[in-house]
T-cell receptor, first 111, second 109 residues
Framework: NAGVTQTPKFRVLKTGQSMTLLCAQD?????MYWYRQDPGMGLRLIHY???????AKGEVPDGYNVSRLKKQNFLLGLESAAPSQTSVYFC??????????FGDGTRLSIL | SQQGEEDPQALSIQEGENATMNCSYK?????LQWYRQNSGRGLVHLIL?????REKHSGRLRVTLDTSKKSSSLLITASRAADTASYFC?????????FGTGTSLTVIP
């Protein structure tokens, strides 16, 4: 039982490049979330999904897109990476009223 | 931003002592949750307290909630070196979650 798996774990991009972060969960959870964590800022919600085929904006959605084509996967895309998007990205999932389960993060540096 | 704040930002104690950290938040809540984050890892859920509860216990953890002051506290009793981590409170509005800025706890063996 893997829980929440994030791919890749580390990545370095150049400004303007694009990439997709993958989150996969094997707990049949309806809800999935993408957060970014910056020093002194705690976690901030980027986008979330309440079910397959649905997405919604969180607190800091600008510069990111997401897709939830399959219930178990939630993809976060950066179309044109900027240095301000250097951060640690966390995915989480939850079922019903249960707590969120988090992945171990993707450390992204943009030069 | 609806992000809450934890206080203190950092806390260093000796093993066996108690650790108390506080969380203040800004909006009305249905519940408040506390999470732990070990270095380089994701967050792990510790305990949830509902808005109609004032205190909750789980093992060595004790959480209080004062909705009139929009604040919560987490007490870890008889701390251990393994408790060294960052601790975050989180509140939710609808489907969105708001995390505090975290308290970094160091327990010295």
């Amino acid at each position: 039982n893997a829980g929440v798996t994030q791919t890749p774990k580390f990545r370095v991009l150049k400004t303007g490049q694009s990439m997709t972060l993958l989150c996969a969960q094997d707990m049949n959870h309806e809800y999935m979330y993408w957060y970014r964590q910056d020093p002194g800022m705690g976690l901030r919600l980027i986008h979330y999904s309440v079910g397959e085929g649905t997405t919604a904006k969180g607190e800091v959605p600008d510069g990111y897109n997401v897709s939830r084509l399959k219930k178990q996967n939630f993809l976060l895309g950066l179309e044109s990476a900027a240095p301000s998007q250097t951060s640690v990205y966390f995915c989480a999932s939850k079922g019903g009223n249960q707590p969120q389960h988090f992945g171990d993060g993707t450390r992204l540096s943009i030069l | 931003s609806q992000q809450g704040e934890e206080d203190p930002q950092a806390l260093s104690i000796q093993e066996g002592e108690n650790a108390t950290m506080n969380c203040s938040y800004k909006t009305s809540i249905n519940n408040l949750q506390w999470y732990r984050q070990n270095s380089g890892r994701g967050l792990v859920h510790l305990i949830l307290i509902r808005s109609n509860e004032r205190e909750k216990h789980s093992g060595r953890l004790r959480v209080t909630l004062d909705t009139s002051k929009k604040s919560s506290s987490l007490l870890i009793t008889a701390s251990r070196a393994a408790d060294t981590a960052s601790y975050f409170c989180a509140t939710s509005t609808g489907n969105q979650f708001y995390f505090g800025t975290g308290t970094s706890l160091t327990v010295i063996p």
